[in-house]
């Protein structure tokens, strides 16, 4: 059995998608920094939302996962592309 590659987002898209939240409130701030997280870092659904706060270095900019294999990603402006 063969993995599906996934597909990556275009530009228009991501920023398509990024729009989508209300920034208004809350939750729609909150969601577009979920959505940009995942974006930037290539987290899965279930890892973003069992990140705890101890997991990401603000320092750094860097996020760690916790799950089967561990691994660091950089995010935010200075992320390497």
């Given at each position: 059995m063969t993995r599906k590659i996934p597909e990556v987002l275009r530009?228009?898209?991501?920023?398509?998608?990024?729009a989508q939240p209300n920034p208004r409130y809350l939750t729609g701030q909150r969601?577009?920094?979920m959505l940009r997280l995942m974006l930037d870092?290539?987290?899965?659904?279930?890892?973003?939302?069992h990140l705890r706060w101890k997991d990401i270095d603000l320092n750094s900019g860097k996020v760690s996962d916790r799950g089967k294999v561990r691994?660091?990603?950089?995010?935010?402006?200075?992320k390497p592309t």
């Open positions: 530009v228009k898209e991501q920023e398509a998608l990024l969601n577009r920094v870092t290539g987290l899965r659904l279930s890892e973003a939302i691994r660091i990603e950089p995010c935010g402006p200075e």
